[in-house]
């Protein structure tokens, strides 16, 4: 059988359900990400406070000078 033989849809056809499922695949693990980082926009960041406060204040003036 010639390679002019062969229907040109085979590749197509295999690249269909490959596509869907690497999608499927980026979703469950972005999506859980993408949901935590949308709860904490509509919440608010959690405020500074204690040593995590002074640590940040300090990572700034050092990044400033």
Do not use: C, E, W, Y
Request: glycine share 6%.
């Amino acid at each position: 059988m010639r390679t002019s033989d062969h229907p040109k849809n085979s590749r197509s056809a295999h690249l269909a359900p490959m596509l869907l499922r690497m999608t499927l695949a980026a979703l469950l693990l972005v999506g859980p990400l993408a949901a935590v980082t949308i709860h904490a926009k509509a919440d608010g960041l959690a405020p500074k406070q204690g040593a995590g406060f002074v640590l940040f204040v300090s990572l700034q003036r050092q990044s400033m000078s």
